[in-house]
């Protein structure tokens, strides 16, 4: 946590001394752009000073009056006058450049200033260092002219480099933010510090909650050791008891289950009767006597099984079954299909004499699994006959060769 708070008053210092260098920047630039500004105009004052310094001047071969550039003014022209003559006397203008810097001290500027002075193509400077402006920021040139040909043109232009501190020093925002900025220090190091001590004091109170758990826990270590011991003498005593309790309950389980297979075998035997009779009663509500007088025309199906679709009726061991019609004219249907499969459109079409359809409604197909459910119910008798369901095509009749020893179910 203390890692944290360190990062974090790290990270908030930082922050509050890049916002600081931030305005500052901006603080300077401004006032950067205001001294420049400031700079040109008292480069512009020093040009008119130098010639009120001057002596008056007698051009006795030249009237501007009389030029034929009557676009450019007498004044334009006078002035261009005066700097050819101020170049003919001081080609370097050292004399302008003392005016200048005169004039920027005196206007609280902390800074230096240079002339360049080009006439002809030819740039002379006031200064001996010549590379001085890569360094200086460029003023604004002043162009004097005669004629409409640049090369006769004089250009005036100063560069100046402004001092950096003399430019803090003197901008009164920058001590008020100065000030702000470390009302701001003082206050993050006092809430970080305020953030330490509460820290610090959650920390004590964790370490004391944390004697007061290990107390508790050596305690409840001590209690569950003596509660273990009391309870392994328990568990010893009740071991001696369950298994005194399972050998006598293991004999009376033996004693039930002889008990329970007996009567079982009693309800089993008693079960089996009852489904005989019942079995033999429904066999004889089916069974019809063979007439002598009647002849009979029957069809040989497996296991001794006869059928007469006339008569709708089953001879098996001497026994007639009577079908109804519609049983009869499904069953004959099943024999005389292929492999004894009959889709529904065939079941809904042959035995009812109806027209052949390729799709059923739901209560033609209820009709059919009527039907086929009935069929199923007269031919439990026969355990060698039933009737597969082919889902989504038909219905089979699937009949089973039992051998001659192998009883057949009554």
Request: proline fraction near 3%; hydrophobic fraction near 35%; aromatic fraction near 12%.
């Amino acid at each position: 946590m203390i890692v944290i708070i360190k990062n974090k008053l790290f990270l908030q210092l930082l922050s509050s001394i890049l916002i600081f260098f931030y305005l500052e920047g901006c603080l300077f630039l401004n006032q950067r752009k205001i001294k420049t500004l400031k700079s040109f105009s008292i480069f512009s004052n020093s040009v008119q000073t130098e010639r009120r310094l001057s002596t008056q001047i007698t051009i006795g071969y030249y009237n501007p009056d009389l030029s034929p550039n009557k676009e450019i003014t007498r004044k334009e022209k006078e002035e261009w006058l005066w700097q050819n003559y101020f170049i003919r006397k001081d080609p370097n203008r050292t004399h302008l450049d003392s005016i200048f810097n005169a004039e920027l001290t005196k206007e609280g500027i902390l800074g230096k200033g240079v002339i360049y002075c080009t006439y002809r193509n030819k740039e002379t400077c006031s200064s001996p260092d010549t590379l001085f402006k890569k360094n200086a920021i460029p003023l604004e040139p002043i162009v004097f002219r005669i004629n409409e040909k640049e090369e006769n043109n004089i250009i005036l232009q100063a560069y100046v480099q402004i001092s950096f501190w003399g430019i803090l020093f003197q901008t009164t925002e920058v001590y008020f933010l100065f000030f702000i900025w470390i009302l701001l220090i003082i206050g993050i190091i006092y809430k970080n510090k305020k953030a330490k001590e509460k820290d610090l004091a959650i920390k004590i109170k964790f370490k004391r909650l944390n004697e007061l758990r290990i107390q508790e826990e050596q305690k409840l270590q001590k209690e569950t050791l003596r509660h273990n011991h009391l309870e392994k003498m328990y568990k010893k005593q009740e071991f001696k008891m369950k298994k005194e309790l399972a050998l006598l309950e293991r004999q009376r389980k033996k004693e039930q289950k002889q008990y329970l297979l007996a009567q079982k075998e009693q309800e089993d035997q008693k079960r089996t009767k009852e489904l005989k009779n019942k079995m033999g009663q429904n066999h004889k509500n089916k069974v019809v006597q063979i007439s002598q007088t009647t002849k009979i025309t029957w069809t040989q199906l497996p296991n001794g099984l006869l059928f007469n679709r006339e008569q709708a009726v089953f001879l098996y061991k001497k026994e007639i079954f009577k079908l109804s019609p519609s049983m009869a004219d499904i069953f004959t249907c099943f024999l005389e299909a292929e492999q004894n499969l009959l889709t529904y459109s065939q079941i809904y079409s042959k035995p009812f004499k109806r027209k052949e359809k390729e799709i059923l409604s739901a209560s033609e197909r209820a009709t059919i699994n009527t039907s086929i459910t009935r069929l199923r119910k007269f031919l439990v008798p026969f355990p060698f006959i039933h009737i597969s369901t082919h889902k989504g095509i038909g219905y089979q009749l699937v009949i089973t060769e039992i051998e001659e020893d192998t009883p057949i179910s009554e």
